[in-house]
């Protein structure tokens, strides 16, 4: 029987994380100079820091360490959240582009305390 290794591209938390990053990257760009030094910026590295946090925890070795990671990235997309809902305000966003972020944010919450969850279940050490 061959053992299946879990690869950081099967978790599904970090595959959405890591698209929405660059849905957002690829949005921010076209806005205005003032816009992206003070709110773009803050929005790329936010939603940029759910899938590095997912990424780094996946590749740490204790239990513990994984888990204290995931729950960075839970705060990434808090400050996410925040940072989509400011750019709707300032009317950085379109709607299409609004509703897409906040959807694919919504899916995130039940996705990274799946990953916990299973690490909590799966790992001994």
Known sequence: MENKFLHLNDVTSYKIAFNLSNYVWDVV???DIFAKMHVGGQFVEAVDSISANIAEGF???H????????????????????WNEKSKVRKLLSDEEYNHIFSE???????INQLIKFTNEKLKI
Do not use: A, M, T, V
């Open 63 to 82: 239990k513990k360490d994984k888990i204290k990671f995931y729950h960075y990235s839970q705060g990434s997309l808090k400050e996410s959240f925040d």
């Open 105 to 111: 944010l919504q899916k995130l919450p039940k996705e």
């Open 59 to 61: 590749g740490r070795y």
């Open 29 to 31: 760009i076209k806005w």
